[in-house]
């Protein structure tokens, strides 16, 4: 929402009111020197009757008592008009008009106290002079009065005097005052939050021609859902208020025309037209709009012949100091790398004013580099320094979960800082919980798993492993919250399904009674891994999470198998051995077992020694049965040396020999 700020409106305001008058032109003057004037007496009045009475005349006028020959001898000689610009001359007729108690002197006063010219800053000073005129209904002096109580500034902060004293001068008429009251209905702010009150109230301000009216006016039209929006109005009101030629102003229409919608969206953005307002920002030094306008051309949105014309303001805006900019320029060379404008430009140096100005994006890369060395010395203390200012960074992006968990990492690793593993859980947690960072849910997930920092808990590792958290942010809707499911590692999937499928880890009745509980079959799509299918497929084939269902479990070996899965290979051989694919085919089992088997999986190389022993799909032979028994016993697989030692009883010396020597060379082959 566009802000309030005083500074930028006193100038216009004063304008159309009673400062600065030496701005405007001068009205033809008078004869007449009267020695009363109505405290509510306009300034181009004032300026009609002493305009060309010479100044012996008006500085006699304003010794007897004339407040009016007073204010307008202080005008003058703070502005120059006339008379050489002397702040003192003028500071002593403002303050014999405003000892007199008129009201437009005294507000003027309060306003050289509120910013510090011609007299030492002094809000207190100004607060008492404004309530001087305020309480004589002098509209301006109730607005200045008014914003000094919304901020707290030289008197308590009060709301509700801020609401009163902007109403008063609001229904006199003041333009700034309706802007501001505006303001307080839409933030709720001493009133109730009201947009229609607000909307009022910046209308009456627009209507007038105030740039923050007509710009807080049209930023409402294009607030809201979007079938409530009315761009036309919200351009139209932003427009009115670029054109008196703030900067800021000019910068929010551009950034307006820049609004993108889908196909059948009502409003189609206008980058060109965005780019020529963005450009009278951007001239006047204004730094947002230089970065901005930068990012049209890098992003091609003025043509892609174009892009290269970004480099000059994001330089410009850099130099300002914009921390945006100059984390773009540290890596900028990187897509211009022949750029002329970028040979002097040092890109760690612009990233470290970025970083150190809070940006996150320059923060994170710099730790980045430096852990690599990439353009820079490798330091990891350097490294861990730029990931601690990231990680703890405030910005809303949701990238902070990643610079979270890296720092995990490196607590993790003693790398740039001691190892701390208590700080590595710590870390690893709040990126899992705060974030949903998929890496670290995943990490938290082994946590939980094997009693790492945390208590055992099998369904914690689950919830973790699959990157869920209950969302009890709209009640209406949820009473119970919602379940939120981020972003999944194949690795999580895998653990998921493994504990799974291992009967452990199961969703409880609980589970199930929130509102966004999805069953298992739910992270079919996250199945992608060879682990992740032979667990899938293990589930339905044990039937402990939902029913057994043999043809899904097959396919999902299938699956497995296709990418190489030797558990899987080894499950399909078991599966037709026992006529769960249709009728048993023992050598369709034993073809399983054996591309198991050569894979080096000890389950497979037990069964396939088994069927050498019976002849079961293959032909009996002693020396192949051996062999495989002997290799699944030296992984420790259970029976498998006791049935090796059986077959060895009716074995020749030489058998027992030959197959001893098959195993070994298969052993020091390593798997096959």
């Not at 109580?149 to 009060?158: A, I, K, L, S």
């Not at 480099?311 to 850099?318: D, F, G, M, N």
Request: charged letters at 20%; glycine letters at 8%.
């Amino acid at each position: 929402m566009i802000t309030m700020k005083k500074l930028e409106f006193l100038i216009v305001l004063f304008l159309a009111d009673t400062i600065a008058w030496a701005c405007l032109a001068q009205p033809a003057a008078t004869n007449s020197v009267p020695t009363n004037s109505p405290a509510n007496e306009s300034w181009a009045s004032i300026s009609n009757r002493w305009g060309s009475v010479p100044l012996t005349q008006i500085k006699q006028a304003a010794d007897h008592g004339e407040v009016t020959a007073a204010f307008y001898l202080a005008d003058n000689y703070f502005n120059g008009n006339g008379v050489a610009k002397d702040q003192n001359e003028g500071l002593k007729w403002i303050k014999s008009a405003s000892g007199k108690g008129y009201a437009k002197a005294q507000t003027y006063f309060g306003y050289l106290y509120e910013y510090g010219t011609a007299v030492p800053q002094d809000y207190n000073a100004a607060a008492k002079l404004y309530l001087l005129a305020a309480e004589q209904g002098n509209a301006l002096a109730q607005m200045s009065l008014g914003y000094l109580y919304e901020c707290g500034t030289g008197v308590p902060q009060d709301y509700d005097t801020a609401t009163k004293l902007y109403r008063q001068a609001a229904e006199q008429g003041n333009a700034r005052a309706q802007n501001n009251l505006g303001y307080l209905y839409y933030k709720g702010t001493g009133v109730p939050q009201d947009s229609t009150e607000a909307m009022k109230w910046y209308r009456k301000s627009a209507e007038q021609g105030d740039e923050l009216g007509e710009a807080n006016l049209g930023w409402m039209y294009g607030q809201g859902d979007l079938d409530k929006r009315n761009y036309d109005l919200a351009e139209k009101w932003m427009r009115l208020a670029a054109e008196q030629g703030s900067p800021r102003q000019q910068y929010l229409y551009a950034k307006l025309l820049t609004e993108e919608f889908d196909k059948s969206g009502k409003w189609v953005p206008n980058f060109q037209v965005a780019s020529e307002w963005y450009r009278k920002a951007a001239d006047q030094g204004y730094a947002k709009a230089q970065f901005d306008l930068a990012e049209l051309y890098y992003y091609g949105r003025l043509g892609d012949d174009q892009r290269a014309n970004c480099i000059s303001w994001y330089l410009k805006s850099a130099s300002q100091g914009n921390a945006e900019a100059q984390a773009v320029v540290g890596k900028l060379s990187l897509y211009f790398p022949n750029n002329e404008l970028l040979k002097n430009v040092d890109a760690i140096q612009a990233l470290r004013q970025s970083g150190e100005s809070g940006n996150f994006d320059a923060q994170f890369l710099l730790a980045e580099k430096y852990q690599t060395g990439d353009g820079v010395a490798k330091d990891l203390a350097e490294a861990f320094k730029w990931m601690q200012k990231a990680a703890h960074n405030e910005t809303q992006n949701s990238q902070v979960g990643d610079a979270i968990y890296k720092l995990a990492l490196m607590y993790e690793k003693g790398e740039g800082v001691s190892q701390n593993i208590s700080e590595s859980h710590n870390h690893f947690l709040q990126a899992a919980t705060g974030y949903g960072q998929p890496d670290a849910a995943f990490r938290v997930g082994q946590m939980y798993e094997s009693g790492e920092g945390v208590p055992q808990d099998d369904r914690k590792a689950v919830e973790y492993y699959s990157n869920q958290s209950c969302d009890y942010s709209v009640p209406d809707k949820y009473p119970n919250g919602y379940v939120y499911y981020g972003g999944l590692t194949d690795g999580a999937v895998e653990s998921m399904f493994r504990l799974w499928a291992q009967g452990r880890g199961f969703p409880t009745s609980q589970d199930k009674a929130e509102p966004g509980y999805k069953e298992p079959q739910w992270w079919e799509g996250n199945i992608k891994t060879a682990n992740a299918q032979y667990y899938a497929g293990e589930i339905y084939y044990q039937g402990k999470l939902f029913p057994k269902d043999i043809a899904r479990a097959a396919d999902w070996f299938n699956k497995a198998a296709t990418q190489g899965s030797p558990e899987a290979m080894n499950r399909i051989g078991e599966m037709w051995a026992a006529g769960m694919n249709g009728a048993p085919d023992a050598k369709e089992a034993a073809n399983w077992y054996q591309r198991a088997a050569a894979k080096g999986l000890a389950e497979a190389q037990y069964n396939l020694g088994l069927s050498y022993a019976k002849g079961e799909g293959v032909s009996a032979n002693p020396v192949e049965a051996w062999k495989w028994l002997q290799l699944a016993a030296d992984q420790k697989f259970p029976n498998a040396a006791d049935e090796r030692d059986k077959i060895q009883a009716s074995m020749t010396a030489d058998q027992v020999k030959d197959a001893r020597t098959q195993a070994d060379k298969i052993n020091s082959a390593g798997k096959q």
